[in-house]
């Protein structure tokens, strides 16, 4: 943590104008939140699978063969089809007839196809002090040793939390998705929480420069935030608010 404060300390001082008039060091609570979760993945729906869907909307088929001389596509193909569309419930057989179901017909007229995927588990990290889920890759949760002393405004009851409401889950997880989903990918939508086990605490260093800018004459302050490995605006501003007013008067 050192050479990192050094090397930030450099970058923030490359204006000769600005001076560090004090350096701390602190660490903030992240809770690991084991999520469980059903996802579905969604994407516009192909041209073939819409035929299929019309020509069973609107004629009696008993098989996939006369739905592939209709269309005059492989069989195959169709059957591999028709057996994916039974799977996911958009059709069923009546009467010895395919037949469209509601989830089938509400999907055709939004041309919107939604498949249900095998339920996944994830790992999501709250930050009692952002009283948030941060973006965070996991092989960024790393084991410090000699953790400097807690970060003076940690919310003790949001500590403490173990529960999360569920729209805030599928928030956290959903943002985690986009971001590692590629340009032009089908969108997975998180559709259910099945579990969440709130698990360790880990203590994640942040350092602290308050700074003075000589030629405007204002204090600021800058945290970098070990666990996202950048600068923390929301810790910056929350700083700010509590102990701009005092700045003036301990530093200058």
Not at 16 to 27: F, M, P, S, Y
Not at 158 to 182: S, V
């Amino acid at each position: 943590m050192l050479k990192l404060q050094q090397r930030l300390m450099r970058e923030l001082q490359q204006n000769r104008h600005i001076k560090i008039v004090k350096t701390d060091e602190w660490c903030i609570p992240i809770r690991t939140v084991e999520v469980t979760y059903e996802p579905v993945r969604r994407s516009t729906m192909d041209v073939l699978m819409t035929m299929l869907l019309m020509s069973i909307q609107e004629a009696d088929f008993a098989n996939a063969q006369e739905l592939s001389e209709l269309l005059l596509v492989d069989p195959l193909f169709i059957e591999d089809l028709v057996s994916l569309m039974s799977r996911v419930s958009l059709i069923e057989q009546t009467e010895d007839f395919y037949r469209l179901t509601s989830k089938g017909q509400q999907q055709l007229e939004r041309g919107i196809f939604e498949e249900e995927l095998d339920v996944e588990m994830a790992n999501l990290y709250y930050s009692p002090c952002h009283l948030a889920f941060l973006a965070v890759a996991e092989d960024n949760m790393e084991e410090y040793d000699d953790l400097p002393e807690l970060y003076r405004y940690v919310d003790e009851e949001a500590e403490k939390q173990e529960h999360f409401e569920e729209a805030l889950l599928i928030e956290a997880l959903q943002q985690e998705d986009e971001e590692k989903a590629g340009a032009g990918a089908s969108q997975k939508i998180i559709s259910k929480i099945v579990q969440t086990d709130a698990k360790q605490i880990n203590d994640i260093p942040c350092l602290e420069f308050v700074l003075h800018d000589k030629e405007q004459d204002i204090l600021f302050v800058r945290i970098w935030n070990a666990l996202l490995n950048q600068w923390d605006s929301h810790l910056e501003q929350q700083l700010t608010e509590k102990e701009q007013l005092r700045w003036r008067e301990q530093y200058l």
